[in-house]
């Protein structure tokens, strides 16, 4: 029985780690990986406080161009990186306390996987 209930734990962990990684809220210091197709965007909605600074890494599969954006609960344009790679990487200090939407754009014709790396400090 109690190898019937260690196991059934595991099960439960490794269950919770998934869910964990397919939502698209992220809390501080969270990381995850996701796949964007072909000339969509994913949006992940995070939220921020008041004077943090957050460090958000965006490193991709190499396949195609990916683009990072994030705006404020408003819709306003807060900081943008779109270079010619599917890497890129800002800082922003964060104005007011809110959910905040971190864009990632891939302009390529083919989907790509990337991880997206966010640091509160």
């Not at 501080?28 to 004077?51: E, I, K, P, Q």
């Not at 991709?60 to 990916?66: I, M």
């Amino acid at each position: 029985m109690r190898i019937i209930n260690n196991l059934i734990a595991k099960i439960l962990i490794v269950f919770m780690m998934g869910l964990g990684l397919s939502n698209l809220s992220f809390g501080a210091d969270t990381s995850g990986l996701f796949r964007v197709d072909s000339r969509t965007t994913n949006s992940h909605r995070v939220y921020f406080h008041r004077g943090d600074t957050v460090d958000i890494d965006l490193v991709g599969d190499g396949s195609t161009d990916l683009d990072l954006y994030v705006y404020d609960q408003y819709g306003n344009l807060c900081a943008r990186r779109n270079g010619p790679y599917d890497e890129e990487e800002m800082s922003l200090d964060v104005y007011e306390s809110g959910y905040f939407s971190v864009r990632v754009v891939n302009v390529g014709w083919d989907y790509n996987d990337y991880s997206l790396s966010l640091e509160v400090y």
